[in-house]
């Protein structure tokens, strides 16, 4: 008859059989995985990719998790504000605004039997705020709409080609993604039956010092004054007025 101490022995033995011996091949064993998320702007989802392995975990706030990997080298992907999938870009369907998407991917070592790594979020669209003023005599309704060659984003938050046009909401703001630089960005300022006026808004935000390739991307803010004669392009830190030929 076993005493309460063979038990426990036996249970004991039982969970070691469980998990990796240390007689065994320790490659075959998993990586603890300890994953600490930093300044986390929302719900996120975090997806561990490894050849055939996949595995999706949510987090809602600053946290830290371990989690269970292959060891080797994975693919760390993390997101939050847009739905996305692991091994799939986001893109963006026209008509539609980007997400207010923020990414992280990363290739992380986990030949050890554990291993920790931090992970920070990067935002990657820029939300455009317009203050138009159009000239004395413009018929209603009229409203603004951004078009552009990005379609979409990777994991790494590249630029996707494809077709991007949105039009401005009644509070005049759009949700622009990153852009390629050397890609054109139109801003057009529409009546139902034509398009009044095209600006060249990439151009003129390149020209203000606005750094389409920064981890974070800024929000713009952007007064129009609009002429017969010229432009005038204003926002806190720059302005620009620009001639231009133009019958209204």
């Given at each position: 008859?076993?005493?309460k101490?063979?038990?426990i022995t036996?249970?004991l033995?039982?969970?070691?059989?469980?998990?990796?011996?240390?007689?065994?091949?320790?490659?075959?064993?998993?990586c603890?995985?300890?994953i600490?998320?930093?300044?986390?702007p929302?719900?996120v989802?975090?997806?561990?990719v490894?050849?055939?392995?996949?595995?999706?975990?949510?987090?809602?706030?600053?946290?830290?998790?371990?989690?269970?990997?292959?060891?080797?080298?994975?693919?760390?992907?993390?997101?939050?504000?847009?739905?996305?999938?692991?091994?799939?870009?986001l893109?963006?369907?026209?008509g539609?605004?980007?997400?207010?998407?923020?990414?992280h991917?990363?290739?992380?070592?986990?030949?050890?039997?554990?291993?920790?790594?931090?992970v920070?979020?990067?935002k990657?669209?820029?939300?455009?705020s317009?203050?138009?003023?159009?000239?004395?005599?413009?018929?209603?309704p009229?409203?603004?709409?951004?078009?552009?060659n990005?379609?979409?984003?990777?994991?790494?938050?590249?630029?996707?080609?494809?077709?991007?046009?949105?039009?401005?909401?009644?509070?005049?703001?759009?949700?622009?993604?990153r852009?390629?630089p050397?890609?054109?960005?139109?801003?057009?300022?529409?009546?139902?039956?034509r398009?009044?006026?095209?600006?060249?808004l990439?151009s003129?935000?390149?020209?203000?010092?606005?750094d389409?390739?920064?981890?974070d991307?800024?929000?713009?803010?952007?007064?129009?004054?609009?002429?017969?004669?010229?432009?005038?392009?204003?926002?806190k830190?720059w302005?620009?007025?620009?001639?231009i030929n133009m019958d209204?």
């Amino acid at each position: 008859m076993f005493s309460k101490y063979s038990f426990i022995t036996l249970f004991l033995l039982g969970l070691s059989l469980l998990s990796c011996s240390v007689k065994e091949n320790r490659d075959l064993c998993p990586c603890a995985l300890r994953i600490e998320l930093n300044a986390v702007p929302g719900p996120v989802s975090l997806w561990v990719v490894a050849g055939d392995f996949e595995a999706c975990y949510r987090a809602r706030k600053d946290t830290v998790m371990v989690v269970q990997v292959p060891k080797g080298k994975i693919r760390l992907q993390a997101v939050s504000g847009a739905d996305m999938e692991a091994r799939k870009n986001l893109r963006i369907p026209v008509g539609f605004e980007c997400p207010p998407v923020y990414l992280h991917s990363s290739l992380v070592d986990t030949g050890q039997d554990s291993t920790s790594v931090s992970v920070s979020l990067n935002k990657h669209f820029c939300t455009l705020s317009l203050d138009f003023d159009g000239p004395p005599g413009w018929g209603e309704p009229y409203w603004a709409e951004v078009r552009g060659n990005v379609g979409g984003l990777s994991w790494e938050g590249t630029p996707e080609d494809g077709t991007f046009s949105c039009r401005l909401d009644a509070g005049l703001s759009v949700r622009l993604p990153r852009q390629d630089p050397e890609e054109e960005l139109w801003l057009d300022i529409t009546m139902p039956d034509r398009v009044v006026r095209s600006f060249a808004l990439g151009s003129y935000m390149l020209q203000a010092g606005y750094d389409w390739r920064a981890p974070d991307l800024d929000d713009m803010p952007l007064e129009i004054r609009l002429s017969v004669t010229e432009i005038l392009l204003q926002s806190k830190m720059w302005s620009q007025v620009v001639p231009i030929n133009m019958d209204i």
